[in-house]
Nanobody
Framework: QVQLVESGGGLVQAGASLRLSCAASGRSLSSYAMGWFRQGPGKEREFVAYTKWIGPNAYSAEYADSLKGRFTIIRDNAKNSVYLQMNSLKPEDTAVYYC?????????????????WGQGTQVTVSS
């Protein structure tokens, strides 16, 4: 079993940056697909980004179209962690952000695909 813990959320003004962290324990994440999702009040979880293994020490990354260019997913296998760098934050980015892990590598834009989830970290962006 994989345990995931997010951190790094907070209250910031529009235009600011945040870097979210997801620390894993229990298993190595080197061969897992890792995703970031977010969920606003009364909403379903929305895809943000994912990264998956494509070869020895090689990974690909995909992003939601609306976030491409502002958000970056980063993997650090040595620390068994993944990060989400968020720049130029907007009020509509306000949500609880979750990291997730999956041993499979298909349908990774769907929240229901993932086997393991963290508890979430709140990001609030004021105008």
């Amino acid at each position: 079993q994989v345990q995931l813990v997010e951190s790094g959320g907070g209250l910031v003004q529009a235009g600011a940056s945040l870097r979210l962290s997801c620390a894993a324990s229990g298993r190595s994440l080197s061969s897992y697909a890792m995703g970031w999702f977010r969920q606003g009040p009364g909403k379903e979880r929305e895809f943000v980004a994912y990264t998956k293994w494509i070869g020895p020490n090689a990974y690909s990354a995909e992003y939601a179209d609306s976030l491409k260019g502002r958000f970056t997913i980063i993997r650090d296998n040595a620390k068994n962690s993944v990060y989400l760098q968020m720049n130029s934050l907007k009020p509509e980015d306000t949500a609880v952000y979750y990291c997730a892990a999956n041993l499979g590598s298909t349908y990774l834009k769907s929240a229901s695909t993932y086997d393991y989830w963290g508890q979430g970290t709140q990001v609030t962006v004021s105008s």
